[in-house]
């Protein structure tokens, strides 16, 4: 299974953009990318996806290198809410993710 | 908004005991997921469905065991509850396609003493 590294913590001002990286040099072909968060107590949700072309959505961008061998989650405005592990998952689809142990982001008020 | 339960929310127990954590969605999805996660650690995958009576071990060796006899139910159940038991228990589902996310439950805590 191709793994991901992440740092295992990050810190972030309230308001501010936040830039949550993510390394996959052993990405194949028909592995998306996902991310996923896990607020304190809660169970994971799901954040986005994406195979080969940057994606927005309500939550969060998803910006892909070109030769897929990285990526980075980008929150537009941190918010207190956001402090939570994020988690960059490779697999085809979303049967049998192999969670990391993501990204502690703390957020400072 | 997922609909996926799971009950009960924490639970402390004596060792020996036989206990069944619960996990149900109303969303009519085919594949269910549990996995087990100590804290501030990974979530490791120990049991998955593809439907009715399908269930399979996951990447984790687990002394439970799980059941699917109805779509929206999928039962966890530790025969003979011991110590090294002690973790978090998370449910997750996810509808039958070609990508669909996984939604997940809010996990059991369990304690065993």
């Known amino acids: 299974d191709a793994k991901t590294t992440q740092p295992n913590s990050m810190e972030s001002n309230e308001e501010e953009p936040v830039h949550l990286p993510c390394n996959h040099s052993?990405?194949?072909?028909?592995?998306?990318i996902h991310w996923y968060r896990q607020l304190p107590s809660q169970g994971p949700e799901y954040v986005i996806h994406g195979l080969t072309s940057n994606v927005n959505n309500r939550m969060a961008s998803l910006a892909i290198a070109e030769d897929r061998k990285s990526s980075t989650l980008i929150l537009h405005r941190a918010t207190l809410r956001d402090a939570a592990v994020y988690y960059c998952?490779?697999?085809?689809?979303?049967?049998?993710?192999?969670f990391g142990t993501g990204t502690r982001l703390t957020v400072i008020p | 908004e997922a609909d996926i339960y799971q009950t009960p929310r924490y639970l402390v127990i004596g060792t020996g005991k036989k206990i069944t954590l619960e996990c149900s969605q109303t969303m009519g999805h085919d594949k269910m997921y549990w996995y087990q996660q100590d804290p501030g650690m990974e979530l490791h995958l120990i049991h998955y469905s593809y439907g009715v009576n399908s269930t399979e071990k996951g990447d984790l060796s687990s002394e439970s065991t799980v059941s699917r006899i109805r779509t929206e139910h999928f039962p966890l159940t530790l025969e003979s509850a011991r110590p090294s038991h002690t973790s978090q228990y998370l449910c997750?589902?996810?509808?039958?396609?070609?990508?669909?996310?996984?939604?997940f439950g809010p996990g059991t805590r369990l304690t065993v003493l």
């Open positions: 998952i490779l697999g085809a689809g979303a049967n049998n993710l192999f």
């Open positions: 997750a589902s996810v509808p039958s396609g070609t990508y669909n996310e996984q939604f």
């Open positions: 052993t990405i194949s072909g028909t592995d998306y």
